[in-house]
């Protein structure tokens, strides 16, 4: 069965900061890659997917995502945050069987 | 189109009390996906169905909680009897199945945070 690992559990930084959140998963063969938003109290907003082609891929509000196959990595950056991206943020993964695996989030505050 | 709809968004129960959570898919999708979200946990799929029949409910946690979809635009989750280690927010999402049998991105409902007592 597939796995997605997020290594940060938290992160805090100030606005302007770069972010990027680790995402890998487990798993051989051909994937589906998503990062979802859960802004606080509401419910997950795709924030963009990969399904094939190029491996790095642009997102909504400035967000973008590197597939990195032979690491088994997609992860998610923002060159300069601001404080609505508080949030938490979720990798998920798509593979065989066509259930989607959550990894276990990224809680990420913008200080002002 | 409003996206997926789900009712209520809060419920507060007592213990041994019957729960029903419902799902109003997006129009046209004819897949749907049943999660749950804790704190301890984070989200999990519980139980999902393509067009209106379930193809893997290994994620339902015990034989407490059942889920139908009698029609493409209705699906239930419920929980008989609920229990306090039930409190989570339940997410209902749905998506499009393409012709090869992949599927596109799951779109969420707002989800209800049951409470239970």
């Known amino acids: 069965a597939q796995s997605v690992s997020q290594h940060n559990h938290h992160v805090i930084l100030s606005e302007a900061a770069s972010l990027e959140l680790g995402c890998n998963y487990s798993y051989g063969g051909t994937v589906n890659l998503f990062w979802y938003v859960q802004y606080p109290g509401q419910h997950l907003q795709l924030l963009l997917k990969?399904?094939?082609?190029?491996?790095l891929v642009k997102g909504i509000k400035g967000f973008e995502a590197e597939f990195i196959k032979s690491k088994f990595s997609f992860n998610l950056r923002k060159p300069s945050v601001q404080w609505s991206d508080t949030a938490e943020y979720f990798c998920?993964?798509?593979?065989?069987?066509?259930?989607?695996?959550f990894g276990g989030g990224t809680r990420v505050l913008v200080k002002p | 189109d409003a996206g997926v709809i789900q009712s209520p968004r809060h419920e507060v129960t007592e213990m041994g009390q019957e729960v029903t959570l419902r799902c109003k898919p997006i129009s046209g999708h004819n897949s749907l996906f049943w999660y749950r979200q804790t704190m301890m946990r984070g989200l999990e799929l519980l139980i999902y169905f393509n067009n209106n029949v379930p193809i893997d409910d290994s994620g339902m946690p015990e034989d407490r909680f059942s889920a139908k979809m009698p029609n493409a635009s209705f699906s239930t989750l419920k929980i008989q009897p609920s229990e306090p280690r039930d409190s989570a927010v339940y997410f209902c999402?749905?998506?499009?199945?393409?012709?090869?049998?992949?599927?596109?991105?799951?779109?969420f409902g707002p989800g209800t945070r049951l409470t239970v007592l």
């Open positions: 998920a993964v798509k593979a065989a069987g066509n259930k989607l695996t």
């Open positions: 999402a749905s998506s499009t199945r393409q012709l090869l049998g992949s599927y596109n991105e799951q779109f």
């Open positions: 990969y399904f094939s082609g190029d491996p």
